[in-house]
């Protein structure tokens, strides 16, 4: 049965120019989208039902998240009812290229379940610690696919797509070097099966080739289906990201140690 294993639940995303307030900083209310999607996943990744925001406790920005910053938000179920639960959620916002790492925010979310539980026993399964080690190398990111994000055949559409795995691969090959990198290809990129709306996507990426200037990242694309948690890979792709001076010439590319300050 789901939810037997506490499993972290991870969004990274880019603080973009459309994303931002008066203040060049990323907006609250991005901010706290983000923290309600991922406790939405979160929690329908425990228990296969439908579940509804029926409130938020203790949300606090500690710091903000600057414009080209690499947002992190990751979310765990903490607290379990018979029809509620609470997910944690907490965001950290990340220099690309210092590494440097500082909390931003977080809080919890309540999450109902308002589908029926008559196939769990009338309740939701309970907590039983058990975390997934997840490869120091290997990035994880999920995402919801709204109706904004398919196309006239009510899928995700391919250029969206497209754009969640190049943004992957910029994170991990930026995290890998920490230098200023710019996608120079897509080496290949296919896509075997449908993505439809209302299911997570989860993006894992991984440098997989290091040249002097360039690095390859590989991405799969992962659809999960809400309500019964059944993965398929839907698409995967190699990406060359190349490190570039402030002149965009290439340079070397060389990994850096992160500097960590979120605690």
Known sequence: MRGQVVRATRLVDIVFPGDTNHHGTLFGG????????????????????DFVTASCDGIDFKAPGRLGDIIELT????????????AEV?????????????????????????GELA???????????APMVEPDAELRSVELVFPEH?????????????????????????????????????????????????????LVSRV???????????VEMWAETLGTGARRLCGHGQ???VAVDDR???IPARPVVAVDTAG
Do not use: W
């Open 119 to 129: 196939g769990l026993g009338g309740q939701l399964p309970q907590l039983k610690p």
């Open 75 to 86: 979310g765990r179920v903490v607290k379990v009812g018979r029809r509620s639960l609470a």
């Open 150 to 202: 398919t196309s006239h055949y009510g899928s995700l559409y391919g250029g969206n797509a497209l754009a969640a795995m190049g943004k992957a691969a910029f994170v991990v090959a930026t995290r890998y070097c920490r230098r200023s990198v710019v996608l120079a290809a897509a080496k290949r990129v296919d896509f075997t099966a449908h993505v439809h709306e209302g299911e997570i996507v989860e």
């Open 30 to 49: 991005i901010g706290l989208a983000h923290m309600d999607k991922v406790a939405f996943i979160t929690a329908t990744r425990h228990a296969p039902v």
């Open 248 to 250: 965009h010439h290439p």
């Open 239 to 241: 990406f060359v990201m």
């Open 90 to 114: 907490e965001m950290v916002a990340e220099a690309p290229l210092t590494g440097e790492r500082r909390r931003c925010g977080g809080g919890v979310f309540n999450m109902v379940a308002v």
């Open 208 to 218: 997989s080739a290091v040249g002097n200037t360039s690095m390859t990242v590989t």
